[in-house]
């Protein structure tokens, strides 16, 4: 990877899965999962192995992992809360776990039923037997921009947390904007600040697309110095204990964006178009990208002129 180029982290069948209505089956969870690394994502978040009570939408995960065909040169992420999560993810041969915590307590407390130091001493637990089994670790620290329920959030608790994370044996960190609360020198100033803190291969850009920041704080991240950016195919998505929640920012978009900059993602927007193409006719899902909605209506518009060039 040249040093301007960057590193998509597809979030989709997991972030963009857990907060729809819809909820797909095994079959065309594992498809969709297929395509998108076919597509060229080398990094995809296949689902969560959280309590199947809060969130049914994941409850087949481990039947996921197992049928999805595993390509060499990818890291394929399973979600996991807590030890409990852990040893379903083992129990499916996960070796990539991203686990999750709030910068902020009323989040953390809605979201995983903790207080944070409570999050932090489950999470050490969580590590050691993963450190032990070589497990590669990412831990987002989420609320990292802002909460639905305290507001702001001193940038200096969430590098304090990730410090402590990657302390007690996390390989990475992810910030995320959980509910797109930053804006762009916001995201500009605590990228700078984490890239020094732990170094540019440590930190990932987790970013939601809820208040319109999305591609503008991207850009800023980007232009801060990082590098590995989390996005869903269609902007699909959001985090169940954040009302209003917004998808991550889409993957089609931040390539478009990316490309435009002359910036190698590794992957080609129209691939990840035809993917979104698949989802929104495969599901019920209502795919907010505005990059996939344009080119779907422009291709609607040119079949029908087609048609009536055929007709006359
Ligand atoms: P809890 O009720 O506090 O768990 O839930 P507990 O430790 O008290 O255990 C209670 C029971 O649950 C026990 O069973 C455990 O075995 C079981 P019992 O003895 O009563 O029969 N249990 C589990 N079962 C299956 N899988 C597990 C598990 N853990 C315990 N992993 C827990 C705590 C975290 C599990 C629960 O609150 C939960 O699953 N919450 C869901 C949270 C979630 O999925 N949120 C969305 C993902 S995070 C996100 O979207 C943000 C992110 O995208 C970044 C960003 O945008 O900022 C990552
Ligand atoms: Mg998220």
Redesign the pocket.
Known sequence: MGEDSVRIFE?GP??GL??ESVILDVDRKVEMIERLVEMGVRDIEFG????????PQ?ADTEEVARRVTRREGVRYWG????L??LE?ALEANTTHI?T?M?ASETHNQH????TVDESLDCLKTAYETANAEDVTIRA?????FGCPYEGDVPFDRVLAIAETLLAQGADMI?L???IGAGTPHQVRDGARRAIEAFGVDRVAM?L?DTQGMGLANALAAYQAGIRIFDTSVGATG?????PG?AG?IATEEMIHMFDGMGVDSGIDRDRVLEVAGWVDRETDIDLPSKLYQYTSQLEAAEDQTEETRATA
Do not use: E
């Open positions: 979030v997991r972030d857990q907060n969560s192995f959280v309590h199947p009570k809060w969130i994941m979600l996991v809360p807590n409990v999560g379903r991203a999750f709030s979201n995983v039923n903790r987002y620290v989420s609320t990292a992810a995320g904007d959980t987790h939601h959001g985090c169940p204990y954040a929640a991550n």
